[in-house]
């Protein structure tokens, strides 16, 4: 039995003032296979709960100094993933109920018996067990839609990267030619000076094309930044983003799918910071504008994907995705989220990336909507809760209308 150590992946934290009963529920903890870490009262519970995490929670309702109730409340805001059991010999259906309401896994009356609670415990354990295991099958769903995602934006990539390197590379050619030349000619100098202005010159042009080489440079770095931004598995790690700038970058990510399809108009006024992955919401606008891209068909026409940034009427930052392309049928609105669902033909879809969008953004306690309209074009939309009211100043609230990304 361990009172104070680290807490390993599923022990059960015992609240309890009785020695003798710390003791029983220590014994069934262990039966069933987990660790009991036991605290003879809230204030200990709380200092136990605060470092190390638990799969259950045996709680006694009438502790000293605070009610388990209460300690029940506190327990599940700061560790909703814990199943809490409470325990009590003052038990009645109101305090069920309110047990219940707070959140309580169960609810029980002493005197128990032994293979009562055990099984009880057991049952716990199990949906703890299966809903850690479903998170970390929703991991690697995520992680599966980025690779596929980065997958489809290969071919993309190696193109922008192709034609600044096409420039660095003939511009080294050049100077590979230029400087033995240029070698020759300073040796071959007697002071004339007219032939020292045309070296200069020649010199001037060997400067601007080093210029150039840098810039192409620069912007293969960036494209590889980006890509290895997309790439890496960002964990559940939540900062505050600018959700203008994510957008941004989703835009730039997807240039090969928009440039010939569509231009971009882009309606940025202000929206507040969120509390979020930047990583994961990169991943939903990516999959959100490559999908407006491919809805979009390659016939000439004036087509716009529209990129949109406001607050909402609660403080909410919204955002909206919305291209002129084929649109949705009616029939195949109500399964969009649905995961494995999708109407690209064999090998191009995976029928997840809408249905991770809307897991990752309801991780995020947003939401995330979808009007279309078959010939006329898709909307989608995004709300998420602001961590602050105020933000800083944005791009003008008019629209600004670019034939590409940049």
Known sequence: MRTSANAAPE????????????????????????????????????????????????????????????????????????????????????????????????????????????????????????????????????QADRLASLGLLAAGVVHEV?????????????????????RKALEGQKHAGKELASLAERMAGLESTMRDIREGAERVRHIARDVKA????????????DLREVLDAALKMALVHIRYRARVVRDYQDVPLVLANEARLAQVFLNLVVNAAQAIPEDGGDHEIRVRLWTGPNGEACAE????????????????????????????????????????????????????????????RLSLPPHVRSSRATRPAEPVVSAAVS
């Open 11 to 142: 022990s059960v934290l015992i609240v309890d003032d009785e020695p003798s009963l710390r003791t029983i529920l220590s014994f069934i903890v262990q039966r069933v296979g987990a660790v009991p870490v036991v605290a003879p009262d809230a204030a200990t519970a709380r200092q136990l709960a605060a470092k190390h995490t638990f799969a259950c929670a045996l709680i006694d309702k009438n502790l000293p100094g605070e009610n388990g109730l209460d300690f029940l409340k506190w327990l599940r805001s700061v560790q909703p993933g814990c199943n809490a059991l409470i325990v009590t010999a003052y038990g009645n259906v109101d305090s069920a109920i309110e047990a219940l309401r707070l959140g309580a896994f169960d609810y029980l009356l002493k005197p128990f018996e032994v293979d009562a609670l055990e099984h009880r415990l057991k049952l716990a354990l199990q949906q703890y067990r299966m809903r850690q295991e479903h998170e970390r099958m929703q991991a690697m769903l995520v």
């Open 162 to 182: 192709n034609t600044p390197l096409a420039y660095i590379l003939s511009n080294l050619d050049w100077i590979d030619e230029e400087l033995p030349s240029l």
């Open 230 to 241: 997309f790439a890496r598995d960002p964990g559940d790690a939540s900062q505050l983003v």
């Open 321 to 380: 995705v919305g291209d002129t392309g084929m649109g949705i049928p009616a029939e195949n609105m109500a399964h969009l989220f649905e995961p494995f669902f999708t109407t690209k033909p064999s090998g191009e879809g995976t029928g997840l990336g809408l249905f991770i969008c809307k897991s990752i953004v309801e991780s995020f306690e947003g939401t995330i909507t979808v009007d279309s309209r078959p010939g006329v074009g898709t909307t989608f």
